[in-house]
């Protein structure tokens, strides 16, 4: 019996070999599909490409370009446009030299009041806001902006009185970069817009428009508000008038105020409001005040109100003056009786 046994145990070993094999066959494909499964299951992480050296350069052109811009925006104020011309000449090379090509300083150095910079005491050009920038040929790129212009109200840097929009030409020279082409566009916002930039203390309004000075012609004297000049007269400055000989000064009379204008010389087509004069109550000061109010209404509306030393005693009869001069403005009142007969602001020349 025993002996059988075992032969029936030698007989089934094939079989247990099989199923052995079998089961070592089904783990290895079993793991195979694991394998795959997590393989499959694993992102694909993108490739950032690399920066080629052209992408480089123009990514560092476009800083110094930008830079260049606003540096040339910071400088036009240091360019007054009314000084005499050989000091203006003087300012365009030393402010402008080493930031525009030669053959446009030549051209404003031919003409200089055409050469962008500060045309009045306020307001004033404060910065270049750089906008689009663009690479139109190798070396040569487009700069689109504003140029913001401020008064004494917004302060450097603050919020604009006026824009103007601006585009440069730049080119990369032996020099390196340099402004080839500049050209200014039309005041986008006006100086008579009621707005709080706009709505400065030494301003007069008519109505709902404010009259600042500084304002371009074209922006005031259509205003219905105004009404119909009732006379107009273009004088052109003489020799005795020394630095400012040969500016045009306009002078146009309205019902309840007289408005006077300026133009450089050799101009004389835009002119900028230089003096306001009213005896008339319709036109007042943005703080309320008017022709026929009181000393004391005054003098509680403006307490840096002081009166002008013109020899006149009584108090109740004299004039009393209101001054920002670091931007030469004024605005007098004459007092009769105790009571506004004329209000007067104006820009005094340098």
Do not use: H
Not at 67 to 74: D, I, R
């Amino acid at each position: 019996m025993r002996t059988k046994s075992l032969k029936q145990n030698e007989k089934k070993s094939p079989n247990a070999k099989a199923s052995g094999l079998q089961l070592m066959l089904s783990m290895i494909l079993l793991l195979f599909l694991v394998i795959s499964f997590a393989g499959c299951s694993q992102k694909t992480e993108p490739v950032t490409p690399t920066p080629t050296s052209q992408t480089i350069e123009d990514s560092v052109a476009r800083k110094e370009v930008i830079a260049l811009v606003e540096t040339f925006g910071s400088r036009l104020q240091k360019v007054a446009l009314l000084e005499p011309e050989e000091d203006l000449k003087m300012d365009v090379v030393k402010y402008y030299g080493d930031l525009v090509e030669q053959d446009l300083l030549d051209v404003w150095l031919a003409n200089p009041e055409a050469a962008p910079g500060k045309l009045t005491s306020s307001p004033w050009p404060d910065r270049i806001e750089v906008g689009a920038v663009e690479k139109i040929d190798s070396g040569l790129w487009r700069v689109e902006g504003e140029l913001i212009e401020v008064t004494s109200v917004e302060g450097p840097g603050g919020m604009p009185a006026a824009l103007r929009p601006v585009e440069a030409v730049v080119a990369n020279t032996v020099e390196g970069w340099r402004i080839q082409e500049f050209v200014m566009g039309a005041y986008e916002v006006q100086q008579t817009q009621n707005t709080p930039e706009a709505l400065e203390t030494f301003s007069l309004m008519a109505g709902t428009v404010v009259l600042s000075l500084n304002a371009w012609d074209n922006e005031l004297l259509e205003l219905p508000e105004i009404g119909t000049p009732l006379s107009e007269s273009i004088e052109v400055l003489g020799q005795t008038s020394d630095t400012f000989a040969g500016s045009f000064v306009k002078t146009v009379t309205y019902e309840d105020l007289e408005l006077i204008w300026t133009s450089p010389k050799d101009n004389g087509k835009t002119f900028w409001l230089m003096r306001m004069t009213t005896n008339q109550p319709t036109i007042q000061t943005p703080e309320g005040i008017r022709v026929s109010m009181t000393l004391d209404e005054l003098k509680s509306a403006y307490k840096d109100l002081e009166q002008i030393p013109d020899g006149r005693i009584d108090p109740e009869n004299a004039a009393y003056r209101r001054s920002l001069r670091e931007g030469y403005q004024y605005m007098v009142f004459e007092i009769q009786k105790g009571k506004i007969v004329k209000i007067e602001v104006y820009v005094e020349l340098p």
